[in-house]
């Protein structure tokens, strides 16, 4: 008798598809860089360029002359109210793109934005499997109209289809962020931006702490 996987088919599916960026090699670490501005850091750069994986999310650009994200872009995680960057849809078909839609649990519509590319090939990130798992994590009731923002999912999801890989997050600014603090969020590039009113980011920040001292999280500064 064969065993039964210990995946469901939806991260068994992710778990392919990402693999197949590493030659079918388990990643080591996981880099997954979010959109807050960064200082200048070869070191930085170097350590994300060298990951096994690398993952970006929305509004994005990479370096050009000047090192601190580095350059490299295996997956986007993006939402359908994304502001492009200057790299979102750059090279888009050597990339593989992630579609998280936790709002189509209350109102977000089935259809994506025109003015991506059309031939852009999407793999759904599943609400049960993944996005629901997270907004029970963060403490949020099932009819809840809350959901975690898209870098949070990112990392949450980097853990689950690889629970050895060492995640590495920079470019986040929920950590040690003050729950009065309304101000909208810099970017690395672009408008800094409001976080909607689904997003309760003293919630994740606790949490991202909590899984940086279980020590498979890494926070790069």
């Known amino acids: 008798m064969t065993a039964a996987s210990p995946f469901s088919d939806q991260t068994g599916m992710l778990?392919?598809?990402?693999l197949a960026r590493t030659d079918g090699r388990e990643p080591g670490r996981v880099a997954v860089v979010g959109n807050a501005p960064l200082a200048t850091s070869?070191?930085?750069a170097e350590r994300i360029d060298s990951s096994d994986l690398v993952v970006r999310m929305t509004t994005f650009a990479v370096d050009d002359d000047v090192p601190a994200v580095g350059r490299r872009t295996d997956v986007v995680v993006l939402h359908r109210g994304l502001v492009a960057g200057p790299a979102t849809f750059?090279?888009?078909r050597g990339r593989l793109y992630l579609l998280a839609e936790p709002g189509r649990d209350h109102w977000e519509p089935e259809t994506v934005p025109p003015?991506?590319?059309?031939d852009l090939e999407l793999v759904p990130i599943g609400n049960r499997e993944?996005?629901?798992r997270l907004r029970a994590l963060l403490g949020y009731g099932r009819r809840s109209p809350s959901w975690p923002t898209t870098g949070t999912l990112a990392v949450h999801l980097a853990h689950r289809l690889f629970p050895h890989a060492r995640i590495l997050l920079t470019g986040t600014s929920l950590l040690d962020r003050d729950p009065r603090d309304a101000a909208?969020?810099?970017h690395h590039w672009g408008p800094a931006m409001t976080l909607t009113p689904e997003h309760r980011p003293a919630r994740e920040g606790a949490l991202l702490t909590s899984w940086r001292d279980d020590g498979w999280l890494e926070v790069a500064p």
């Open 15 to 18: 778990r392919a598809l990402l």
């Open 42 to 44: 070869a070191d930085r």
């Open 90 to 92: 750059a090279g888009y």
């Open 115 to 118: 003015w991506w590319p059309r």
């Open 130 to 132: 993944f996005t629901d």
């Open 184 to 186: 909208p969020l810099a």
